[in-house]
């Protein structure tokens, strides 16, 4: 499992730490990973139109396919989700 923000490599690991995360963080700064998967987009919050992350999960395979995608994630109801189609994919 791999997760990518644009953080700095200090914050990362400050979080990985903080949440004892069993998997890897990657730190993209210059958010090139964000871009690949199409998920540094324009955003606008307040009034104000800015670039930024649309926060989305990517469940990859170990031969690197993509399994599916979740658009727009609420963290708050995120996880069972998550879990709920892994096993699907597993089935």
Do not use: C
């Not at 200090?10 to 995360?21: C, I, N, R, T």
């Amino acid at each position: 499992m791999l997760g990518a923000s644009p953080d700095t490599v200090e914050d990362q690991a400050k979080f990985k730490a903080q949440e004892s995360l069993p998997f890897t963080l990657l730190a993209d700064e210059e958010h090139q990973v964000a871009e690949l998967y199409g998920v540094w987009q324009e955003r606008k919050m307040y009034g104000k139109t800015f670039m930024g992350i649309v926060r989305t999960t990517f469940l990859i395979d170990p031969a690197g396919k993509i399994g599916k995608i979740f658009p727009n994630v609420n963290p708050k109801n995120h996880t069972q989700q998550v879990l709920d189609a892994l096993a699907e994919l597993q089935a």
